[in-house]
């Protein structure tokens, strides 16, 4: 036997090397015996969490938030425009800075949150210009997109399959969502019969043929393998 770290030669009895001291691992000596040639304790990887990047991208965006809000006060008779900036802001915060807060921040809470605040945001600038398109138009489509991208989100997180069935059910609901907006648009902007579609019809039919291709692909399995081998997919 010969030391691992140093090469000088060791007697069968010994557990140490006399030199440099390495432990010795014996392959004829049961383990129990001999001092195991790791160390006891392996200290785990740290887990990076960028809180000083976070902080500071807090202040910047806390800075323009004052800043307009001095101005607006300042400069103008109250709260005027300073609103679309702020919500703005905070709409852009809640989106992209507020989840990396969290360790592994999980996109099936961060979405609602996010379409929430959008919510607001759209309500406020509805009350703000005067408007009345928000309860007729922005929240419905606002609801239906949400609970579209959510599910989507939801499924692709929690299931490991199927992820053939996704797709081509959110081409489906994609085309589906067209004709809801052209039926709110009808309803809030345009002095047309709420059911007379116009332009809605194509992109419904593109999207659900696109889908249900993906779902057919999905379910005929000596299809997508042959697929598979023809796309090197
Ligand atoms: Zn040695």
Not at 11 to 16: M, R, V, Y
Not at 66 to 91: E, R, S, V
């Amino acid at each position: 036997m010969y030391c691992v770290k140093c090469g000088v030669e060791l007697a069968d009895t010994e557990n140490k090397c006399p030199l440099c001291g390495t432990s010795v691992y014996h392959p004829d000596i049961a383990r129990e015996k001999a001092e195991p040639t790791y160390p006891a304790y392996v200290k785990g990887r740290e887990k990076m969490r960028p809180q000083g990047v976070l902080f500071i991208l807090t202040i910047l965006c806390l800075m323009p938030i004052a800043i307009t809000l001095f101005c607006d006060l300042y400069f103008g008779n109250g709260l005027t425009w300073a609103g679309y900036p702020i919500g703005g802001i905070i709409l852009f915060y809640s989106i992209f800075i507020l989840p990396s807060w969290f360790y592994r921040p999980n996109p099936v809470i961060f979405c609602p949150i996010s379409f929430g605040v959008l919510g607001v945001f759209l309500l406020y600038v509805n009350f703000q210009t005067e408007g009345d398109w928000f309860l007729t138009f922005a929240f419905p489509i606002l609801v239906f997109v949400a609970l579209l991208v959510c599910t989507v989100v939801t499924l692709l997180r929690y299931t490991r399959r199927g992820r053939l069935y996704i797709a081509g059910g959110t081409f489906i609901a994609v085309g589906v969502l067209c004709v809801v907006i052209e039926f709110f648009m009808n309803i809030t902007f345009l002095d047309r019969m709420i059911f007379d579609f116009f332009w809605s019809i194509i992109p419904l039919i593109a999207c659900f043929l696109a889908g249900m291709m993906l779902i057919i692909i999905a379910i005929a399995r000596p299809l997508r393998e042959s697929l598979k081998k023809r796309f090197f997919i």
